[in-house]
């Protein structure tokens, strides 16, 4: 079985131009969930989707974050613009259910300059 | 606002020797709690959950304890291998939430041959 996939795994920008990170689930599983995780720290949730809808944004910063689950299947996070303090790791995981077990993609390494 | 701890940051252990890596949290209304590993550049994977009505959990070299009247919880692991090599993280569930995971920052382990 494939697990969660994401590209780019890595990507460096300049500050102030946009970005976008893509996530492929694994089959079948209809909660989707972005983590951010900076150097040294856990992952912290930015966004929870249920099928195609966000049930918990509260921690994503609304004024330059956003994202989508098209069909309720891949997701695109898209910062716009970036800031230095954006570059982390952003970690896709998915589960079949938001009590089950999350699988956590390979992540996108983020450096702005 | 739950908040998890992990000491220590780092560790080095010699091949062979047996190891506890703790996990403290301040909220003791859990539904659960979860061990991961994460290795250099990759995303995360479950080793063990535990329930919050259970005490213990076991998978090969691997032990984790929950003591929730004290926010605890440690992993042993085993005659240690330096393919054990990775960074090991703590995340609970609060019971009322809607599945968010909370991380500790994480334990560093470093077994040399």
């Known amino acids: 079985e494939a697990g969660v996939v994401q590209s780019p795994r890595y990507k460096i920008i300049e500050k102030k131009q946009p970005v976008a990170f893509w996530c492929n689930p694994i089959?079948?599983?209809?909660?989707l969930y972005w983590y951010l995780q900076n150097l040294g720290q856990g992952p912290e949730l930015l966004i929870r989707y249920e099928n195609e809808e966000a049930v918990d944004d509260s921690q994503l910063p609304k004024d330059r974050f956003s994202a989508e689950r098209l069909k309720g299947v891949d997701s695109t996070l898209k910062i716009q613009p970036a800031e230095l303090g954006d570059s982390a790791v952003y970690l896709c995981?998915?589960?079949?259910?938001?009590?089950?077990?999350?699988?956590f993609g390979p992540g996108t390494r983020l450096l702005v300059l | 606002k739950q908040e998890v701890t992990q000491i220590p940051a780092a560790l080095s252990v010699p091949e062979g020797e047996n190891l506890v890596l703790n996990c403290s949290f301040t909220?003791?209304?859990?539904?659960?709690l979860q061990w991961f590993r994460q290795d250099p550049g990759k995303g995360l994977t479950s080793l063990l959950l535990i329930q919050s009505s259970q005490r213990e959990q076991t998978s090969g070299r691997l032990n984790a304890s929950l003591d929730k009247s004290s926010g605890r919880s440690t992993l042993y692991i085993a005659a240690s291998q330096p393919g054990d090599s990775a960074t090991y993280l703590c995340?609970?569930?609060?019971?009322?939430?809607?599945?968010?995971?909370?991380f500790g920052q994480g334990t560093t382990l470093q077994v040399k041959p």
């Open positions: 995340a609970v569930r609060h019971s009322s939430n809607t599945g968010k995971l909370i």
């Open positions: 089959s079948g599983h209809n909660t």
């Open positions: 909220d003791s209304a859990i539904y659960n």
């Open positions: 995981a998915s589960s079949s259910g938001f009590l089950e077990t999350q699988y």
